[in-house]
């Protein structure tokens, strides 16, 4: 089938969700923390730590659907019809067929989503009550009073989990490449 044809089986909804989903890398953090902050101390979030994981994971959604609808794109559906006509079930075909070949996209995404709601303190300065604290807004508050020890081994750890997880994604992206594509 065509990529045309492909296209025509995308969800009807997707126009209006997808800009959605993917609003948070437009508006600025300081006006996502504030509408945030109004919107749940309506509701009973401010102050709450589903309140901050709510708003953390709206932060990090973006990255997550842009790195997962990329290795979506490069999947090949046939591959889910003939697992389904070999017997398996969906949850079988899932987990044996497709995500092993989108599964660095999903890392990715994991990542990014990890490192930008770790780097997030704007969100958690405006929604975290006073004994909530965060590492960055623990390292950040620690930065303007004094630098201490903690906070230098704090991003030396940082650095070094970022740097592996960039070499297991490169090293999964190789992977992936060297892996035969199927014949069309």
Same mark, same amino acid.
């Given at each position: ?31 996502? @923390? ?8 309506? *509701? ?15 932060? @990090?959604?973006? $990255? ?15 591959? &889910? ?24 996209? *999903?890392?990715?995404?994991?990542? $990014? ?8 303190? *704007?969100?958690?300065? $405006? ?7 965060? &590492? ?21 750890? &940082? ?23 199927? @014949?069309?």
């Amino acid at each position: 089938m065509d990529r045309v044809g492909q296209q025509g089986d995308a969800a009807p909804g997707r126009r209006i969700v997808m800009p959605l989903l993917l609003s948070p890398l437009i508006v600025p953090v300081v006006i996502t @923390a504030v509408g945030s902050y109004l919107f749940y101390a309506r *509701v009973g979030l401010a102050s709450t730590y589903a309140g901050i994981i709510l708003a953390h994971t709206a932060l @990090a959604s973006p $990255f997550v659907v842009v790195t997962v609808a990329a290795s979506l794109t490069g999947f090949d559906r046939n591959l &889910m019809r003939a697992a389904a006509i070999s017997g398996a079930r969906p949850v079988m075909a899932f987990s044996r067929v497709m995500l092993p070949l989108i599964l660095p996209g *999903v890392l990715s995404g994991a990542a $990014f989503a990890f490192v930008t709601s770790f780097d997030e303190v *704007v969100v958690v300065q $405006f929604l975290a009550s006073a004994n909530q604290r965060t &590492m960055p807004l623990e390292m950040f508050i620690g930065l303007r009073e004094k630098l201490s020890p903690a906070i230098t081994a704090a991003a030396t750890l &940082m650095m070094a989990l970022s740097i592996m997880l960039l070499v297991v994604a490169n090293l999964l992206a190789r992977r992936g490449q060297r892996r035969p594509r199927a @014949a069309a």
